[in-house]
C-alpha cells in the first residue's frame, strides 16, 4: 500500500513538474508583455474552486518561486560569486531571503492599495492584490537577478545598469497603470501611490537585509 501511495505520488510530482515546464514560459511572457491583463486574470481566479485556479498559468506565488530558483540555478551553474556572506552565503538561506525580499514589494503595494480604497486588511482582502502583485513582481525580478547575473559574468556595468533600469522602468510603469485602474485616478496620484509603496517596500528589504546580514 505504502508502495502504491510512493507511485501515486511519483505520478503527481511528474505531472507537476512537466506543467511548470509548459506553463511557466507562458506565464513570464503573459506578465511581461500583458502584465495588467494578467493581473486582472488573478483577481478573477480567486473566485474559483481551488481545484480550478490557475488552470492556464502558474499560480502567482509558485510563479515567483520558480523565477528565483531558476536565477539562482544559472548562479550556481556559472559558479558566480554572489557577494554575500555569513547567513546568506548558504543556498537555501539566499533563495529563501530573496523571495521574502521579493514578496516584500507585493505586500507593499497592496497593502498601499486597500489603505488609499479604506478597505478592512484582513486575510481575505489582502489575498487578491498580492496575488496579482505576484506575477508584476516575477519579470522584475527576473530583470534585477539578471543583471546580477551578468554583473557576475563580466558583462560591463553599462549592460548591467541598463539591465536594472528597464526592469525598474517596466515595474514602476506597470504599478502606476495599475493604481490608475484599481483607483481611477490620474497619472500623478498614481505616480505617487507608486513611489511611496515602493519606497516602502525598498525601506523594509534595507531592514531585512541588515538583521539577516548581522545574524
Not at 103 to 109: G, K, R, T, V
Not at 110 to 129: E, F, G, I, M, Q
Not at 186 to 191: D, L, Q
Request: aromatic share 14%; glycine share 6%.
Amino acid at each position: 500500500m505504502d508502495f502504491m501511495k510512493l507511485i501515486k505520488s511519483l505520478e503527481e510530482f511528474l505531472y507537476e513538474l512537466m506543467v511548470w515546464l509548459v506553463f511557466y514560459p507562458r506565464t513570464m511572457v503573459l506578465a511581461v508583455f500583458r502584465p495588467l491583463k494578467l493581473m486582472q486574470y488573478a483577481d478573477t481566479e480567486l473566485g474559483d474552486a481551488d481545484e480550478d485556479r490557475y488552470s492556464d498559468t502558474l499560480s502567482p506565488p509558485i510563479f515567483l518561486a520558480i523565477t528565483l530558483g531558476l536565477l539562482h540555478a544559472i548562479e550556481m551553474a556559472g559558479d558566480l560569486d554572489t557577494g554575500y556572506s555569513g547567513l546568506l552565503s548558504d543556498d537555501e538561506t539566499l533563495i529563501a531571503f530573496r523571495l521574502i525580499a521579493f514578496a516584500i514589494f507585493p505586500l507593499m503595494f497592496s497593502l498601499r492599495l486597500l489603505r488609499a480604497n479604506k478597505v478592512v486588511l484582513d486575510r481575505k482582502t489582502l489575498r487578491s492584490p498580492f496575488y496579482a502583485q505576484c506575477f508584476a513582481v516575477g519579470p522584475f525580478a527576473l530583470g534585477i537577478d539578471a543583471a546580477s547575473i551578468l554583473d557576475g559574468f563580466k558583462f560591463g556595468p553599462v549592460v548591467t545598469f541598463a539591465t536594472m533600469g528597464v526592469s525598474l522602468l517596466w515595474y514602476l510603469t506597470v504599478q502606476v497603470l495599475w493604481f490608475r485602474v484599481q483607483r481611477s485616478q490620474g497619472v500623478f496620484r498614481a505616480t505617487g501611490n507608486t513611489l511611496r509603496a515602493f519606497l516602502e517596500g525598498l525601506f523594509a528589504v534595507a531592514v531585512l537585509a541588515g538583521i539577516v546580514e548581522s545574524i
